[in-house]
T-cell receptor, first 112, second 113 residues
Framework: DVKVTQSSRYLVKRTGEKVFLECVQD?????MFWYRQDPGLGLRLIYF???????EKGDIPEGYSVSREKKERFSLILESASTNQTSMYLC???????????FGPGTRLTVL | QKEVEQNSGPLSVPEGAIASLNCTYS??????FFWYRQYSGKSPELIMS????GDKEDGRFTAQLNKASQYVSLLIRDSQPSDSATYLC?????????????FGRGTQLTVWP
């Protein structure tokens, strides 16, 4: 079974803080994704990555950056957290042969 | 931006009934189609994948795909209260080499006893 883990289930940060959200997968998948999910807006793609070689912006990359120094770990960075970044953050990993994405449990981030 | 549209619901069915969830998509070249189930406060869980026209059955779930009509559906037979969740339709981006999916906003299903 694919296992995707995220570093925290709940996180509370203050405006202006630098925030790191970590995601790890144990299936040697090349492709990983970061989404945020908000009521009424659905899942929105922030960034995605192919191995350590390539990172690509999704639909809402502003205010975020990513790091992928090892294939199994994909980190989302909020450079200076703002209240409008309060959301559920979901990481996913791709089984490329069948194009299936598997999600981690999510991190509910609150920015005060 | 590719579009994936789902009937917004909420959809409410009695226990034992068939629940029918529908999805249309805009990218005619899409090849991979998925249904995810998401319980409140949890992350999406993949429940069905379908790649060719026709029906695909897995237990009480049947996915139906019609590429000509750009339509994919999910039928849940003998619905149970435990099926109450939001169901997300996802479609691959043919133009992406990185496995990007486009998601619909989901249909909330309630199965009442």
């Amino acid at each position: 079974d694919v296992k995707v883990t995220q570093s925290s289930r709940y996180l509370v940060k203050r405006t202006g803080e630098k925030v790191f959200l970590e995601c790890v997968q144990d299936m040697d998948h090349e492709n990983m994704f970061w989404y945020r999910q908000d009521p009424g807006l659905g899942l929105r793609l922030i960034y995605f990555s192919y191995d350590v070689k390539m990172k690509e912006k999704g639909d809402i990359p502003e205010g975020y950056s990513v790091s992928r120094e090892k294939k199994e770990r994909f980190s989302l960075i909020l450079e200076s957290a703002s209240t409008n970044q309060t959301s559920m953050y979901l990481c996913a990993s791709l089984r490329a042969q069948v194009n299936e994405q598997f999600f981690g449990p999510g991190t509910r981030l609150t920015v005060l | 931006q590719k579009e994936v549209e789902q009937n917004s619901g909420p959809l409410s069915v009695p226990e034992g009934a068939i629940a029918s969830l529908n999805c249309t998509y805009s990218d005619r070249g899409s090849q991979s189609f998925f249904w995810y189930r998401q319980y409140s406060g949890k992350s999406p869980e993949l429940i069905m994948s379908i790649y060719s026209n026709g029906d695909k059955e897995d237990g009480r779930f049947t996915a139906q795909l019609n590429k000509a009509s750009q339509y994919v559906s999910l039928l849940i037979r003998d619905s149970q209260p435990s099926d109450s969740a939001t169901y997300l339709c996802a479609v691959n981006d043919r133009g992406s080499t990185l496995g990007r999916l486009y998601f619909g906003r989901g249909t909330q299903l309630t199965v009442w006893p």
